[in-house]
């Protein structure tokens, strides 16, 4: 497994913005698709944004669709999560991950950082 560490999350106000990023130590073939997955307290985890290192497929959850943008920048090896609009529900630790493939199923994951706290007050 590749090695991700997160970072960018605070406290910010509705409405706000916070980009969040996702350094990977490598990548390989087990790290084709980086995304974001979030876990609110007592929820399940769940899928927030995907891409593939080349950009060509990217995909959000219908829940931050139009609100947030996930990107890439290769030479960094780093993954961003640009978050606008900002609400309350956002609420939860954000985790990188790394997979084969793009994948919204948890199962598939193969890499997770270690979680940064995002808090959205209204």
């Known amino acids: 497994q590749v090695q991700l560490v997160e970072s960018g999350g605070g406290l910010v106000q509705a409405g706000g913005s916070l980009r969040l990023s996702c350094a990977a130590s490598?990548?390989?073939?087990?790290?084709?698709?980086m995304g974001w997955f979030r876990q609110a307290p007592g929820k399940e985890r769940e899928f927030v944004a995907h891409?593939?290192?080349?950009?060509?497929?990217?995909n959000y959850a219908d829940s931050v669709k139009g609100r947030f943008t996930i990107s890439s920048d290769n030479a960094k090896n780093t993954v961003y999560l640009q978050m606008n609009n900002l609400k309350p529900e956002d609420t939860a630790v954000y985790y990188c991950?790394?997979?084969?493939?793009?994948?919204?199923?948890?199962?598939?994951?193969?890499?997770w950082g270690q979680g940064t706290q995002v808090t959205v007050s209204s």
């Open positions: 991950a790394g997979s084969a493939a793009i994948t919204t199923l948890i199962s598939r994951i193969t890499s």
């Open positions: 490598a990548r390989t073939f087990g790290n084709v698709a």
């Open positions: 891409i593939t290192w080349s950009g060509i497929k990217i």
